[in-house]
Every structure is written in structure tokens, then in C-alpha cells.
């Protein structure tokens, strides 16, 4: 049985593979979480189960729990449509009310082949490459930049989503280069340039609009949102996160210790990350030893990627009362205002990244709460590195 969720959505529930009935006296809410700091995205489902359905379906750790959500515009097949996977790994009582007892749900994305299988693999090629095999035997949607660092590269015994971390973390284009990389919610794994995706043309327009409205009347690329909050770790915080690091690693065959220290960092918008007039104390790390069998900006690769993607610490956090397919990633355009003067507000507009989607479902609305990111204040400055 599928539920009808404010005229944006049905979903439908499955628990190890039965289908449950999934009516609005039973159902509370469900959080899914995307982020692009988490590996893979988490459920949080919220049933009032008034009639005990849950002793028809014992679920344990393990459970596989299957939720689809399909918008109106389309016709909705619940034997056919896809289903997110997500395994149940805990479950609580929560607050319930007259009619019954509440359960609270959580698990993550089900990818077992990344997740749990050891990997005793070694691949050869760019990493971009080798991440692309890593989405296929995954069963993963791939998307991403290429790289050039090709070199031999071995999994000897660690599962497939720390080998994964530890690729993207060595992962390298060119000296402006910066790799993330996330699984979403709709199956798809990508990994992205950074560096390269702040040119890309903005998908999305979000528009603040602080009165409610019953539904939405955006257009095809403008998203309402309201409630922005701002959260800036410019300065100290982005520093001790890694903008301020010095490395050094030593080299067999040469038989020397290489410093590694990147004193420019690309400007790619009009924001400052840190306050130059602040000093602080860099922070020193040692590298493994390069005995020859790496590419040749292995070890700048990794005191890079932390570097720049450290840079993007200027936060905005904001509600959308209405469900769209915004993507972790995707670049967009912050257009807000002041409630006071109703004047435009420099400060917080401009061009952002979605870092974090968190996708609230409830029998009466579909909302998403956005975690927007880029680097820092306004400013028409070259941004160096402090020394």
C-alpha cells in the first residue's frame, strides 16, 4: 500500500522484500541523509505502529528496508519502481501517542560489495578510471572528472569504500585540482574536481521567500527556501582543517626529505577564505616514504586536495518547503533578502555548492534541508597562503 505525500510524492515500503502497509496512521517521517562527508546516505524512519504490524514484520539488524518515493507526474507501479536499499542496523522506541507505541528505524545505503567484501585487487590506470570500475562492481551510476595519475594500485585486504577514500585523497589533474567523491540516495557514485566543477554553469536558483506558500510555483530551475542560517569556519577553524599544512616525505631514490608547500591557493570565486592579517602556526606532516612506485604528484596531490577543499568553509544552511531533484554537489545560485529592508543581501548571495541534502518526509509535506557550501567573505583579493 502506498502513501500520498502532499501532492508531491507516493512512497511505498518494503521490509525484507514484503510489502508493509504503509498508511498515514501508521507513518511519522523519514529522513534520508546525503552527504558529501559520509560514505554512503542513511535513513531515519519514524513508524506509530498502532496495530502491531511490527510483529508481522520482526525486523533486526540486517533487515533490508526499501523505500520509494516517486513524484505524482508519472504513474506509480510499486512492483516495478525502484526502491532505495537501505540495511537496518538499529531501532529504538520513540515518543508515540494514544493509539500506540512508536519505532524508530535507521540504516544505511545498501552497497555490500564497498561496504563489507574485502577487496584483494591491485588496478592499473587513473584513479578516475579505477573509480569507475570501483561504481561497476558496485552496482553504482558513475559520474565524474578525469584525472592524470596513472600508476599501480593495490587493495590488500580493506574494504572497497577505504580504498575508495584512499584514492580520491591521492587523486590528481593538474595543480588547481581538488577531488570529493559521494554516493547518493537515487544509486549513483561520483567524483568530482572540484577545482573544475566551480566553472560549471549553476543548476539551480534558490530564491528566498520567507511567507509561506501552499504549493510550489517556482520555475522549472528556482527553488524557494527560508529560514538561512549561516555558519563560517573561515580562519582558524579552515586552517587547523588543513589549510595551513607544510609536509614533507622522503625520497629513496634520491635520498633526500622534499618539502612540499603550496603557497598559492586558485581563487575561484569572489570570497575570501582566511584573514591574512591573523598568523598562525602551520602545522607540519610526515609522508610515507617514496620508494619510486607512485605517480609523480602523489604526495602534492593529497596535501593539495586537503588544502582546497579546506578553503570551502563558509556554510549557509537553509529549508526548501518543496521536494525537488536537487543533487549533492550541484552548483547553485543563493538570491537572499533581507526581511527588514527587503533589500538584496550581499553577504550570503552568490554561487555555492550542496554539500548535504537531508530529505524530510512527512504524511503532510516533503521538505529538504540544504547544507550549502563555498569559501569564505566577500573580497576582490588574490588568496595566498599564510606562512
Known amino acids: 500500500m502506498s502513501l500520498s505525500l502532499a501532492g508531491q510524492f507516493r512512497a511505498s515500503l ?180 572540484v577545482s573544475r566543477r566551480v566553472r560549471s554553469d549553476v543548476v539551480w536558483n534558490l530564491i528566498q521567500q520567507d511567507q509561506p506558500v501552499e504549493r510550489n510555483t517556482a520555475g522549472p530551475k528556482d527553488v524557494f527556501f527560508r529560514e538561512p542560517q549561516v555558519f563560517n569556519y573561515s580562519g582558524l577553524l579552515n586552517r587547523w582543517r588543513g589549510y595551513g599544512v607544510l609536509a614533507n616525505y622522503y625520497d629513496a631514490l634520491e635520498d633526500a626529505d622534499v618539502a612540499i608547500n603550496i603557497d598559492t591557493v586558485p581563487k575561484s570565486t569572489d570570497y575570501l577564505n582566511v584573514n591574512k592579517e591573523l598568523q598562525y602556526p602551520s602545522r607540519y606532516e610526515s609522508l610515507p616514504i617514496n620508494c619510486g612506485n607512485v605517480h609523480p604528484n602523489y604526495y602534492r596531490a593529497q596535501v593539495q586536495n586537503q588544502m582546497l577543499l579546506a578553503a570551502y568553509s563558509y556554510n549557509l544552511r537553509v529549508m526548501c518547503p518543496f521536494a525537488r531533484d536537487l543533487r549533492l554537489m550541484d552548483r547553485v545560485r543563493v538570491i537572499g533578502i533581507n526581511r527588514r529592508t527587503q533589500d538584496v543581501r550581499e553577504s550570503m548571495n552568490g554561487d555555492y555548492f550542496i554539500d548535504r541534502i537531508v530529505t524530510i518526509v512527512r504524511s503532510d509535506s516533503v521538505q529538504m534541508v540544504l547544507n550549502l557550501v563555498r569559501e569564505g567573505l566577500n573580497s576582490r583579493e588574490k588568496i595566498t597562503k599564510l606562512l
Open 14 to 193: 518494503k521490509m525484507d522484500g514484503l510489502e508493509y502497509d504503509f498508511s498515514s496512521s501508521i507513518f511519522k517521517e523519514a529522513r534520508i541523509f546525503e552527504s558529501v562527508a559520509e560514505m554512503v546516505p542513511t535513513l531515519q524512519l519514524d513508524l506509530m505502529d498502532d496495530t502491531l504490524r511490527t510483529d508481522v514484520f520482526p525486523f533486526h539488524d540486517g533487515s533490508l528496508l526499501e523505500l520509494s518515493l516517486q513524484p505524482f507526474t508519472r504513474e506509480f507501479d510499486p512492483v516495478t519502481d525502484d526502491y532505495m536499499p537501505f540495511r537496518l542496523w538499529g531501532s529504538r522506541s520513540a515518543q508515540g501517542n494514544a493509539l500506540g507505541d512508536g519505532t524508530r528505524l535507521v540504516g544505511y545505503y545498501d552497497v555490500p560489495a564497498l561496504l563489507k567484501d574485502a577487496w584483494f585487487e591491485s588496478f592499473s590506470g587513473n584513479t578516475s578510471d579505477i573509480v569507475w570500475q570501483i561504481a561497476n562492481k558496485s552496482n553504482l551510476d558513475f559520474d565524474g572528472d578525469p584525472s592524470s595519475d596513472s600508476m599501480r594500485w593495490h587493495s590488500h585486504g580493506q574494504t572497497g569504500a577505504n580504498f575508495l577514500k584512499e584514492l580520491t585523497r591521492a587523486a590528481w589533474a593538474n595543480n588547481t585540482s581538488a577531488y570529493v567523491n559521494a554516493i547518493t540516495r537515487t544509486g549513483g557514485l561520483f567524483f568530482y574536481d
